[in-house]
């Protein structure tokens, strides 16, 4: 944080950590603090930077579970302006900023080492393609036909006001769920956007897979999802496309996702397909 009007150093500049103070920070997760910047030659970031003011500097770095994910820096053109109170009040308060990177790092080592969407239990979007392509070559080996839908949540702005807190996540549970309850053995489930689904049919054509995608639409439509004390109904625009003679996974989703632009033109809760 530069409350100064001095220059800052620019971006991507990558920090010595040897030497310098946000390296010493950094390499021992402790926070440093230099009451009059100049009474020593002292190097804030790296041994490159061609800025320098004389001040205070404060660095206090954050740490959780013994991992270190960064450093909070504050300076201040006053000399003595961050007393031993300041760097107690902020290390304690930083303590819950870590905690969230941390849970987000976590989420995100999890997402990328698994095949499932934590949130749906559906195949996330690298693994339902992975498996999508192995499906098509063995559908066009086999000369079986096979369809595509996407399925994606309507928009629910009016639905929303309804409610106290984000409804999203819910809807999203009870759509997957709903989605889930209509799989076979021959069908791939997946998730590829915060509101998009996708399921494979194969050895279905997709004049039967759009009538699938009617009956889903309805029950959606007609189900009441509880948010807390409150209830609404939500729908979903379904695109239908055929991935039939086809192993080209891009194009089949890419096919997929024209008819479910056209469904969400028609103003949502209908479903379109492309043969």
């Known amino acids: ?12 500049l990558q920090i010595d950590l040897s030497g310098t103070l946000v390296g010493k920070s950094i390499s021992t997760g402790i926070p440093v603090k230099i009451d009059n910047t ?7 970031y790296s041994k490159v930077e061609d800025s320098s003011f004389d001040g205070s500097f404060l660095a206090v770095p954050l740490v959780y579970n013994k991992q270190n994910y960064g450093v909070l820096c504050f300076e ?50 690298a693994a339902f393609k992975e498996r999508l392509t192995t499906d098509l ?52 489930f997946g998730r590829l956007e915060d509101k998009i689904f996708v399921v494979y049919f194969f050895n279905s054509n997709t004049k039967n897979v759009f009538i699938w995608a009617e ?23 379904i695109g239908v496309a055929s991935a039939t003679n086809k192993v080209d996974v891009d194009e089949v989703i890419y096919n997929a996702n024209l008819a479910l632009q056209k469904a969400v033109e028609k103003g949502g809760n209908t479903v379109r397909n492309i043969n």
Do not use: C
């Open 1 to 12: 944080i530069n409350n100064t009007s001095l220059k800052y150093i620019g971006e991507s």
């Open 38 to 44: 100049s009474a020593s030659d002292y190097v804030r």
């Open 76 to 125: 201040s053109l006053k000399k003595n302006a961050f007393s031993n109170q300041d760097v107690q009040f902020l290390r304690s308060s930083l303590n819950f900023l870590s905690y969230v990177i941390y849970s987000h790092s976590t989420r995100r080592l999890l997402k990328s080492v698994t095949s499932i969407d934590v949130e749906t239990r559906a195949l996330n979007e």
């Open 137 to 188: 070559i063995k559908a066009e080996k086999l000369k079986v036909p096979g369809t595509v839908a996407l399925i994606q949540i309507d928009d629910f702005l009016e639905q929303e006001s309804l409610f106290d807190g984000d409804p999203l996540p819910r809807v999203i549970s009870v759509v997957a769920e709903s989605i889930s309850r209509e799989m076979t053995p021959f069908n791939l």
């Open 215 to 237: 009956k889903l639409r309805v029950k959606i439509a007609r189900q009441p999802i509880a948010v807390v004390s409150k209830q609404t109904t939500f729908t979903v625009s």
